[in-house]
């Protein structure tokens, strides 16, 4: 039960915290001056700028006053609107393109903790054997390697034709990515999105070929994620391993008569998972925040690729949200993580 | 069957370490950790090892139960002989060392035979010797229950045993019960009766109703009486459940069993050449495994992916055991114990449930590595006391590692003081404190703070100068040499012999003896 009171108390911290977000994008609000503010809430219709701002109830004179109708803005959701990718009000745009990333995220993180978790265990047990080499290559690479390079490989060696590069033809994808962004995915499909993410809309529709399609998509991005956050909790559970494996209570195991095939599983992975929480959480919340690159090679529709539009087209409001939304997400995610490692080791005091 | 009387076999020995040599392989070159330590511990018996930090006692201990961490630790060379069974037969086989330098070693592991060299050792462990450590906090591990870590310790060993008694109870009828009521309403002494009770409750799984029991034979002399108790209180207990699947559990953990004592006895037989026996039993585990395979394909998948339904009798059992294990160590409030983790326990209560893990399967050996130094004096007390207890309650061997010569007073009957991984002198524990032979060992009974002596001229503590040899470069011959009041000068020179010089005394010293250890030209240094 004491948990749940730890639940509470934590969550709660996130007002303070939340306040200072709003704080923070309130100053960007401020930065962009009164035209670009405006441009959102189709100013067009009004005689003048300071007529369309003072509609919405901003005030340029009135820091104070702007600030609590920008907060008023900010919850219920009435966020102007954005012409690029899409020409829509910013809470469709967001209700369209971040279901697509949350997919993203959500299989790219469950493929590489299925792949982290026996293949570190495995190398954590053998410290300085060859395997552990191969497995310290492949991290290290994984981390030096930048995304959309990894990407752009991927694309040429399995997508379609590029010039005269030969190629497998396994995945939908050409050179250029393989979505037009003049005619968007969402327009043109003849099922019903009610979740936006296209892998449950077609199940939900029964649509085979559309879901086939879908999840053929989603592979090399989530390949291509999956190596970068591999290669994080790999060298990290390789290290709780090392680490916990040194420890006096695996030499009681051994002496109570554990095999030592359940001496790494139960006593000393259990204690190395530990420390890889928090960062597997970590990584989790950059990937939710969109990962740009990555999204943008290959022409997914997710928050990270509204994200450079928004900003390559200086649509404050866009960029006020998604600074927003990547915050909470952010905040959220460490919460979790926290809740989580407080339920893994029976030590941390709530 | 019900027997109590114990009869101290003088000869036969527990343990039996000869020859031991442990080396440590370092960067900055070869600790010679243990050199020629031979020892061995009778039945019943509590040994003693002392000596100062570094003297290579902890190793000896961890050497025992074959946890030596390698890299970058290795026993080289020697036989421990727990049990009658040599676990060290396949030492040479299992890694081959080549050393360059002092500082390049080259260690060729062979990972075939460590395998089965592992397997055989989880068999022994825990079940036939079992270990306490010297920091309780360190040595349970803080993501699992107390409780969780006991049950594990009393899961892995005698698991036939365990299905046995479930058994019993469940079968348990009038007729039986009214020949173990006689049985036991014969015994006079009231002591003995209860000790009985206790055993066979534990024998018929049934623990929790031991003090019940007791009672009822305490209060009550009439026999009709007793046994409809005693039947009614056994029923509430019985759970019913189905006994075919125990059987076939019980089947199954027999033939590893038989797996186990197989390869104990391929070891013995590879080891004396004796092919033939070799080559058949190997055949014969081929057989059992691939019997086992095919028999209990479908339990082996059911216990790998249903384990809490398959396992459920055991468990409860395994609670049931945990439960008497901890009351047996005087620890308050065993079930909130049993449901925390370590880090909501002081140190004295933690050593309690190593204590009671380390006797979860009744092993006949006992090491216990400083089990007192991270305590408190009271607690201390206590600790030794349960030891004491179960020492003499169940005849168990207990090694006791210590630089606490009080401690050793209280608990030993026999002494080894180990100096630099040499042991210098061994003696019953009277003759170390009034007739110690070797200057080390004076210097060490000197060094005790004596109230009587507080009011004389001389208050001043004595000391043994210097302090121990680095045993990467050790001092030629006699290894104390450099710290000795008597030094002569074949100290330096040549290495003194473990001698009995009384009767049962043995001293590692010129002053007493002239004879000289031979040491065995081998590659390793």
């Known amino acids: 039960m004491e948990l749940k009171y730890f639940i509470i108390r934590r969550a709660l911290v996130i007002i303070p915290t939340l306040m200072g977000l709003t704080i923070l994008t309130f100053l960007l609000l401020w930065a962009y001056g009164p035209n670009l503010v405006a441009a959102g809430f189709e100013s067009e219709k009004y005689h003048n700028v300071a007529a369309a701002l003072a509609a919405q109830g901003f005030n340029f004179s009135d820091p104070i006053g702007t600030y609590f109708s920008y907060l008023a803005h900010l919850f219920t959701g009435n966020w102007g609107t954005i012409n690029q990718p899409i020409s829509a009000k910013t809470l469709t745009a967001v209700e369209i393109f971040f279901p697509n990333t949350i997919q993203l995220a959500i299989a790219a993180t469950i493929v590489s903790v299925i792949i982290a978790i026996p293949l570190g265990t495995y190398i954590g047990a053998r410290p300085n054997s060859p395997a552990d080499q191969a497995g310290r290559i492949f991290s290290l690479s994984g981390y030096a390697l930048p995304a959309f390079w990894l990407a752009y490989v991927l694309i040429i060696l399995f997508g379609k034709k590029v010039g005269v590069v030969p190629y497998l033809n396994i995945f939908p994808y050409d050179g250029n990515g393989s979505l037009n962004v003049s005619s968007p995915i969402f327009n043109n499909f003849h099922v019903s999105t009610p979740t936006h993410i296209l892998l449950i809309d077609a199940l939900i529709a029964g649509d085979i070929p559309l879901f086939e399609s879908a999840f053929m998509h989603l592979i090399l991005p989530v390949a291509t994620l999956t190596y970068g956050i591999l290669a994080g909790i790999l060298r990290f559970i390789r290290a709780g391993m090392v680490d916990a494996s040194n420890q006096e209570f695996v030499k009681t195991a051994r002496a109570k008569g554990v095999p030592e095939k359940t001496v790494i599983k139960k006593h000393i992975r259990k204690n190395a998972l530990l420390p890889t929480v928090t960062v597997l959480g970590l990584l989790v919340s950059s990937l939710l925040g969109g990962v740009v690159t990555v999204e943008y090679v290959f022409d997914y529709l997710g928050i990270g690729y509204l994200a450079v539009y928004t900003a390559e087209a200086t649509q404050v409001w866009g960029i006020l949200v998604l600074t927003f939304i990547f915050g909470i997400i952010l905040m959220i995610t460490n919460l979790i993580v926290d809740v989580i490692y407080a339920f893994l080791d029976p030590r941390i005091r709530y | 069957m019900v027997e109590e009387n114990i009869t101290v076999t003088e000869q036969k020995e527990r343990l039996k370490v000869q020859d031991l040599k442990v080396r440590f392989f370092t960067s900055k070159g070869i600790v010679k950790a243990i050199d020629n330590l031979s020892f061995s511990i009778r039945e019943g018996e509590s040994y003693g090892l002392v000596g100062e930090s570094g003297s290579g006692k902890s190793v000896t201990a961890t050497a025992v139960m074959d946890l030596i961490p390698d890299p970058p630790g290795r026993i080289i060379r020697g036989k421990i002989y727990i049990d009658g069974f040599n676990i060290l037969t396949d030492l040479d086989q299992l890694a081959k060392i080549r050393i360059k330098s002092p500082t390049d070693v080259i260690i060729k592991r062979k990972k075939r035979l ?87 409750c534990g024998e018929y799984a049934i623990p929790e109703l031991a003090k019940p029991f007791t009672d009822l034979f305490e209060n009550s002399t009439d026999r009709d009486f007793i046994i409809n108790e005693v039947l009614s209180l056994v029923n509430t207990k019985k759970t019913g459940l189905n006994l075919e699947k125990l059987e076939e559990s019980k089947n199954y953990f027999l033939l590893r069993e038989r797996i186990l004592d197989l390869n104990l006895e391929l070891i013995g037989a590879e080891h004396s050449g004796d092919e033939r026996t070799a080559a058949q039993l190997e055949a014969q585990i081929k057989e059992l495994k691939s019997t086992m395979r095919s028999q209990f394909l479908l339990y082996s998948i059911k216990r790998r992916f249903m384990r809490r339904f398959i396992d459920a009798p055991f468990e409860k059992f395994a609670e049931g055991r945990t439960l008497e294990l901890l009351t047996q160590v005087n620890i308050a409030g065993p079930e909130r114990v049993m449901t925390s983790y370590p880090h909501e326990l002081s140190g004295g209560m933690l050593q309690r449930c190593m204590i009671a893990m380390a006797f979860s399967a009744n092993p006949q050996l006992l090491i216990a590595d400083e089990p007192t130094t991270a305590l408190d004096v009271t607690t201390q007390a206590q600790i030794l006391d349960l030891m004491k207890e179960v020492n003499k309650n169940y005849n168990t061997s207990i090694l006791f590692i210590t630089h606490d010569l009080a401690v050793i007073a209280e608990m030993c009957d026999r002494v080894g003081v180990i100096y630099g991984g040499n042991l210098v002198e061994e003696a019953p524990v009277k003759e170390i404190f009034y007739n110690a032979k070797h200057p080390y060992t004076t210097g060490l009974m000197n060094a005790i703070p004596r109230a009587e002596r507080r009011f004389e001229k001389t208050a001043r503590l004595e000391s043994i100068p210097g302090s121990v040899p680095n045993l990467i470069d050790p001092p030629s011959g006699c290894r104390f040499h450099p710290r000795c009041k008597f030094k002569m000068d074949v100290c330096s020179e040549k290495k003194p012999k473990l001698v009995e010089i009384e009767k049962d005394h043995k001293v590692a010293c010129f002053l007493y003896s002239d004879e000289v250890e031979e040491e065995p030209r081998e590659e390793i240094p």
């Open chain 2, 114 to 200: 460590i395998k089965r060299h592992n397997y055989i050792m989880s068999g022994i462990r825990g079940d036939k010797v079992s270990m306490v450590f010297q920091e309780p906090f360190l040595s349970m591990n803080p993501v699992m229950t107390i409780g969780d870590q006991i049950k594990e310790a009393i899961l892995l060993h005698g698991r036939v045993d365990i299905a046995n008694s479930i058994i019993k109870r469940e079968t348990m009828n009038a007729q039986e019960v009214s020949k173990i009521v006689d049985t036991i309403m014969a015994q006079p002494d009231t002591q003995t009766r209860n000790k009985i009770i206790v055993r066979l």
